[in-house]
């Protein structure tokens, strides 16, 4: 009797789940219904000019405000980037709405990268903290902010695959892993977009930059890329398309050339696989003048033609340049293009108004200044930058600093350089807000113990002046904690580096105070992966703390000094040096793959000892901190992991079991990292591929088994003739805690049809 009453109540409760989902699928499909009802009613009033001036983007600091007034009362404008503070945008949305004849209103955008007032760590920080809900939570919070600002629409997130450090937009990326890079673009793109869009605390989100942008060659920004298909499906595009079905509202076409079409002009990318393969009904807006570049490129003859090429292509707005402005008209007035395509541009632009509320709700009241730096948000951009820092050394486990240290020399550039540690693209943040680790460990510590002497003005200073100051500081302290790296100008768009080592006089500086023979401990605040092979062997602990945002001083306080525990992962590859780049874990194996033993310049005959293998003759092959790597306080043991079964059928599902101790001294957090390899493929495989990973929290002692599932998905990949599938055959599968070999432990496996 019992058990049947049970299965009544949990048949009750399946319906209740089944109804209410089918309500809310009804429900989401009648708004949607409505919203492209008056799309269709709207699109009738508009005339062509109003049709055009929906797909213009422009950037006010171009424009005399009365000349900007006039053409948004005339319908000639959709959008507008960077429109000073929260009272401008209020008062151009007053005269889209009220004095424009269609009372269309504007989308405001801005670029809201991490952070607006609160700023976060940088992304490529953001993405070493390897947890997705932490980065929503940073995402929905720089949304409250930059909403009540009156901001529509972020440019983020950024999703380019960056496996080049020179490139200085690896800042703003995920680092170069598919799978990590998919899981951040799902959790900005719900932190950004919430539940609703129509939320006032929303922002519509924007993945940028579609596609290959990160590929440039060299590393030199806007550069071509060339990257072939199955390279493109299964590496540069699985985080735009993880994005398009978290419901992203607008993508970004990028600046480069990719295969040899513009990414701007590229139908393929644009109409073929985002707007066919994975249905993306929001809007494409271009690159800042990346319509007009088309002519830079070779790939149109004039603007008109740009315009041309871009509209076919499936640009929906354009962002700051005019072709559209100047020569859609004519286009179709000749008959060169069907307005068909113009409405269709509208129509997109338009659900995402609606979507957006933007019809019932067009204006933000200027915001009470509480509403930015609110405690709760300043304590998870601290949380966040204690969880993006990682731990690369620590020998003697030296890190925490023991209470036996009475005094510490706090040394280096950016010890005390706010607008640096709050990294690249802030145009909101102000370096004012910003808690440094000058002012945080003088908080933690007192003031007292803390010596202070920068050595260096600035990362880039070789003026060495100061170094006797910072060497008499060194000299009075039981321990030197550095802060070097780059400042905020070496990284972000268009400030690619060639050479990646510490700038400035500061490798000097580093052996200075190492001379003196205090312990040294390195905290690297940074864009991007430097190269400090010179400096490594001085420290006795480094902790690579990127660009961590407002709170960046009170996080490294905290790790410092044992409050808080390292428990950050690389998103990316660390060349050992320039001429090793590209270095990332998931390349392919080659025919002749390197080894560690073929290592050094032969001495005999020209063709002796070498064993052509693909090694350096010179240098390792090996990156000099692998992807997935990060050290704790504590230590974790690994089981061997365990396997549900050693052949699965394609429909089956594989479970897979490792269980982790916390074998040291500290509570802390662990990675837990799933990679695999599927040893033969239609198409050469990569050596490792990250399928799954998950944090997990221990007290000493403590151990916890991790079950990760697979299923034939998590095999699967683009293979020959471009078809999506999991090819049956032999596959390894590993966890550990990094994509080092000698971190991971295996077993084999067989996927059958
Ligand atoms: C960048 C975009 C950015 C846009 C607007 C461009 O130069 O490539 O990422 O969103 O400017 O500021």
């Not at 390349?587 to 032969?602: A, D, Q, V």
Request: aromatic share 8%; proline share 5%.
């Amino acid at each position: 009797m019992k058990n049947r009453i049970f299965l009544y109540l949990a048949f009750g409760a399946l319906l209740v789940v089944f109804i209410s989902c089918t309500t809310k699928k009804n429900e989401i499909s009648a708004s949607e219904k409505i919203i492209s009802e008056k799309i269709d009613s709207l699109l009738q009033l508009m005339n062509l000019e109003e049709k055009i001036g929906q797909l213009a983007q422009v950037n006010p600091e171009y424009n005399n405000t009365e000349i900007l007034l006039e053409m948004i009362r005339k319908g000639k404008i959709g959008s507008v980037i960077n429109a000073g503070d929260a009272d401008f945008r209020k008062r151009l949305q007053q005269v889209a709405v009220k004095e424009s004849r269609l009372g269309i209103p504007l989308i405001f955008g801005r670029d809201v990268i991490h952070g607006y007032r609160t700023v976060f760590p940088i992304p490529l920080a953001q993405s070493c903290s390897w947890n997705p809900e932490l980065v929503k939570k940073a995402a929905q919070i720089a949304a409250f902010e930059a909403s009540s600002d009156g901001i529509h629409w972020t440019f983020s997130p950024m999703l380019d695959i960056a496996r080049d450090p020179r490139w200085g937009r690896i800042a703003e990326s995920n680092g170069e892993d598919p799978y990590l890079g998919s899981q951040m673009a799902i959790a900005m793109v719900n932190g950004y977009q919430g539940d609703k869009l129509n939320n006032p605390h929303a922002l519509a989100a924007c993945a940028k930059h579609y596609v290959g942008y990160g590929a440039a060659e060299g590393g030199r920004d806007y550069n071509t890329t060339l990257i072939p298909e199955p390279e493109l499906r299964n590496i540069y595009l699985p985080p735009f398309k993880a994005a398009v079905e978290a419901k992203v509202a607008t993508v970004m076409s990028a600046f480069n050339d990719l295969n040899g079409i513009p990414a701007t002009a590229n139908e393929f990318t644009l109409r073929q696989i985002l707007r066919t393969e994975w249905a993306f009904d929001g809007f494409v807006v271009s690159d800042w003048t990346s319509i007009s570049e088309l002519i830079n490129h070779g790939y149109a003859a004039d603007e008109r033609d740009a315009a041309l090429k871009a509209i076919q292509a499936g640009i929906d707005m354009e962002m700051v340049s005019t072709c559209y402005q100047d020569h859609l008209k004519e286009l179709i007035q000749n008959g060169v293009i069907n307005e068909n395509l113009v409405n269709e541009a509208v129509r997109n632009i338009l659900r995402i108004k609606f979507r957006k509320g933007l019809f019932d709700n067009p204006y933000t009241e200027k915001p009470d200044s509480n509403v930015f730096l609110m405690p709760a948000h300043l304590e998870t951009a601290k949380e966040l930058a204690i969880q993006s820092t990682v731990l690369l050394k620590n020998d003697n486990n030296i890190l925490p600093l023991s209470e036996n240290i009475n005094k510490v020399a706090l040394i280096g550039p950016l010890a005390d350089a706010p607008l640096d540690q709050l990294g690249m693209w802030t145009p909101d943040g102000r370096p004012e807000e910003a808690v440094t680790p000058l002012t945080a460990i003088r908080q933690l510590i007192g003031n007292q113990r803390v010596i202070y002497a920068a050595g260096l003005e600035k990362s880039r200073s070789t003026d060495k002046s100061r170094f006797n100051n910072a060497i008499m500081a060194a000299r009075q302290a039981d321990a030197c904690i550095m802060f070097i790296g780059e400042e905020q100008i070496l990284s972000g768009e268009a400030h690619s580096r060639a050479f990646l080592n510490l700038p400035g006089a500061q490798e000097e500086l580093v052996s200075a105070i190492a001379q003196t023979g205090k312990p040294l401990i390195i905290i690297i605040m940074a864009g991007r992966p430097l190269i400090f092979d010179k400096i490594e062997n001085k420290a006795k602990a480094i902790l690579y703390a990127w660009h961590g945002g407002t709170m960046a001083g009170p996080a490294i306080a905290d790790l410092l000094f044992g409050k808080a525990i390292p428990s950050g992962k690389l998103s990316v590859s660390f060349p050992r040096t320039e001429g090793q780049i590209p270095v990332y874990y998931n390349h392919r194996n080659t025919g002749r793959p390197p080894s560690k033993e073929n290592l050094g310049i032969p001495t005999g005959t020209p063709l002796d000892p070498v064993n052509y293998s693909s090694n350096y003759l010179d240098l390792d092959f090996t990156p000099a901190y692998p992807f997935g790597y990060g050290l704790s306080y504590t230590s974790f043991e690994y089981s061997p992991i365990s396997l549900s079964k050693d052949t699965m059928s394609k429909n089956d599902t594989l479970i897979v079991k490792v269980t982790i101790r916390n074998t040291g001294k500290y509570a802390g957090t662990e990675v837990v990292q799933l990679y695999i390899r599927d040893l033969v493929g239609s198409i050469t495989r990569p050596v490792k591929e990250l399928k799954a990973f998950r944090r997990i929290a221990l007290e000493p002692g403590q151990s916890k088994e991790i079950v990760f599932t697979l299923t034939q998905s998590d095999f699967a990949f683009y293979g020959k003739n471009m078809t999506y599938s999991a090819e049956p055959g032999q596959f390894m599968i590993w966890s550990g805690n990094s994509s080092d070999d000698k971190d991971l432990s295996g077993a084999i496996f067989y996927l059958t049809e």
